[in-house]
């Protein structure tokens, strides 16, 4: 089996049954040990996680050479869309016409995810369904990779913004029509686009709102019937109350947000992931693409955006890590790294970024035994990361 050694970018190769010497662990579940830690595993999972108090115990069992490492859960993003490349969007989704290339781009992300840490991930969908294809290759083996929850494909209207997400549906009783067999296709969770796009040279302005509350309330009571999660892609005072009032899981992106809709989420406990990275990574890593207009925009919306970050943080509003990797600027893997920096430079303290990164994200994502480090947690689920503090 193998364990990610997230700070070197590598996968490691352990036997079933081990045991290390680690400079220390930190999790939701055991907080942070900075001590040197004596680590078994037997049957491939944690068996026990000892403090050590004097160096000579050290030196006697390590077989091992992981006395500079501490152990983590391994991360979640729960945003991101393998069918794009983060490098030119309408040049990949004229490469979608050959679905080799899309899934040879697809296996590599998937390993570097695993390399970085990264060992689940949700993918908010694209039309001709290669997430869920990918979601499949990994469950049954054929590929390694983080597990993946997918939406498959998300629900939008048709002639609005979410073409390569979606099919489209006309309005809400075309929905209802073909309800059913959308349902029977197969999802892990439910993706409605909400609202249009932010754009990126007018400050405010965003793409239309695609449903009323009464029938996004329809699209959200089909799903929570069938016990799917429902993801909302919505940015703008007006879609994001419309998903608010719907009651969604949680709002995707969420730009311009507002103070009284986090109290209200907060309420209602529903889950913001803010999604810096798309706007942020532009600034960070410039290029000649955008106008000082755009730039100027951008830079007031991502202030806008660390400011509510923030304040969720203080209202205590579920907030889940997630990136939408495969945008421009956010490569797969790497770009969660800069999503947690954005976090962090919101203010938010680093091990409660990582408390978000690992244990609410579980949540988001529905699988509450992902994002843990305790004993009985596999030790494929982990990471070793060297120069923790
Ligand atoms: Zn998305």
Same mark, same amino acid.
């Given at each position: 089996?193998y364990?990610?050694?997230?700070?070197?970018?590598?996968m490691?190769?352990?036997?079933?049954?081990?045991?290390?010497?680690? @400079?220390?662990?930190?999790?939701?579940?055991?907080?942070?040990?900075?001590?040197?830690?004596?680590?078994?595993?037997?049957?491939?999972?944690?068996?026990?996680?000892?403090?050590?108090?004097?160096?000579?115990?050290?030196?006697?069992?390590?077989?091992?050479?992981?006395?500079?490492?501490?152990? $983590?859960? /391994?991360?979640?993003?729960?945003?991101v869309?393998l069918a794009?490349?983060?490098?030119?969007?309408?040049?990949?989704?004229?490469?979608?016409?050959?679905p080799s $290339?899309i899934e040879d781009n697809i296996e590599r992300y998937l390993q570097r995810y695993l390399e970085? &840490?990264i060992v689940g991930i949700?993918d &908010?969908?694209?039309?001709?369904?290669f997430s869920w294809m990918a979601k499949n290759k990994v469950r049954e083996g054929v590929w390694s990779g983080p597990g993946i =929850?997918s939406?498959?494909? @998300?629900?939008?209207?048709?002639?609005?913004?979410?073409?390569?997400? /979606?099919?489209?549906?006309?309005?809400?009783?075309?929905?209802?029509?073909?309800?059913?067999?959308?349902?029977?296709?197969?999802?892990?969770?439910?993706?409605? =686009?909400?609202?249009?796009? !932010?754009?990126?040279?007018?400050?405010?302005?965003?793409?239309?709102?695609?449903?009323?509350?009464?029938? $996004?309330?329809?699209?959200?009571?089909?799903?929570?019937?069938?016990?799917?999660?429902?993801? @909302?892609?919505?940015?703008?005072?007006?879609?994001?109350?419309?998903?608010?009032?719907? &009651?969604?899981?949680? !709002?995707?992106?969420?730009?311009? =947000?507002?103070?009284?809709?986090?109290?209200?989420?907060?309420?209602?406990? !529903?889950?913001?992931?803010?999604?810096?990275?798309?706007?942020?990574?532009?600034?960070?890593?410039?290029?000649?693409?955008?106008?000082? $207009?755009?730039?100027?925009?951008?830079?007031?919306?991502?202030?806008?955006?660390?400011?509510?970050?923030?304040?969720?943080?203080?209202?205590?509003? #579920?907030? /889940?890590? &997630?990136?939408?990797? /495969?945008?421009?600027?956010?490569?797969h893997a790497?770009?969660?790294?800069?999503?947690?920096?954005?976090? !962090?430079?919101?203010?938010?303290? #680093?091990?409660?970024?990582?408390?978000?990164?690992?244990?609410?994200?579980?949540? =988001?994502?529905?699988?509450?035994?992902?994002?843990?480090?305790?004993?009985?947690?596999?030790?494929n689920?982990?990471?070793?990361?060297?120069?923790?503090?």
């Open positions: 089996m364990i990610s050694c997230s700070s070197e970018r590598k490691v190769e352990i036997p079933r049954e081990g045991e290390a010497i680690i @400079a220390g662990y930190w999790s939701p579940q055991l907080d942070l040990c900075s001590h040197p830690v004596s680590l078994k595993w037997k049957d491939g999972k944690v068996n026990t996680l000892e403090t050590l108090d004097s160096l000579e115990s050290c030196a006697k069992i390590s077989s091992l050479q992981w006395n500079s490492y501490f152990l $983590l859960p /391994g991360w979640i993003d729960v945003h869309h794009l490349d983060s490098l030119d969007f309408y040049q990949c989704l004229e490469n979608w016409a050959q $290339l970085m &840490g949700r &908010g969908g694209d039309l001709p369904g =929850i939406v498959r494909e @998300a629900v939008n209207r048709a002639g609005m913004y979410g073409r390569f997400l /979606g099919r489209g549906f006309i309005d809400f009783l075309d929905w209802r029509d073909k309800e059913s067999g959308f349902f029977d296709q197969g999802l892990d969770q439910l993706k409605v =686009i909400v609202t249009g796009l !932010i754009r990126f040279d007018a400050f405010h302005k965003v793409g239309p709102t695609q449903w009323t509350v009464e029938e $996004l309330k329809g699209l959200v009571e089909s799903a929570h019937e069938r016990g799917k999660l429902v993801m @909302a892609h919505a940015s703008g005072e007006e879609g994001i109350s419309v998903a608010i009032a719907a &009651g969604v899981d949680s !709002i995707e992106h969420g730009y311009y =947000i507002t103070t009284g809709q986090l109290e209200l989420m907060k309420k209602k406990n !529903i889950a913001w992931v803010p999604t810096v990275a798309p706007i942020g990574n532009i600034l960070k890593y410039p290029s000649d693409r955008y106008s000082s $207009l755009e730039i100027d925009t951008l830079k007031r919306i991502l202030e806008g955006q660390l400011s509510r970050i923030y304040e969720a943080y203080c209202l205590d509003v #579920r907030m /889940g890590v &997630g990136t939408d990797a /495969g945008a421009y600027r956010v490569p790497e770009g969660f790294y800069d999503e947690l920096d954005w976090m !962090i430079q919101a203010g938010i303290p #680093r091990l409660e970024v990582y408390r978000m990164a690992t244990r609410e994200n579980s949540q =988001i994502v529905g699988k509450p035994d992902w994002g843990r480090l305790d004993i009985g947690t596999p030790m689920q982990l990471q070793l990361v060297n120069g923790f503090r």
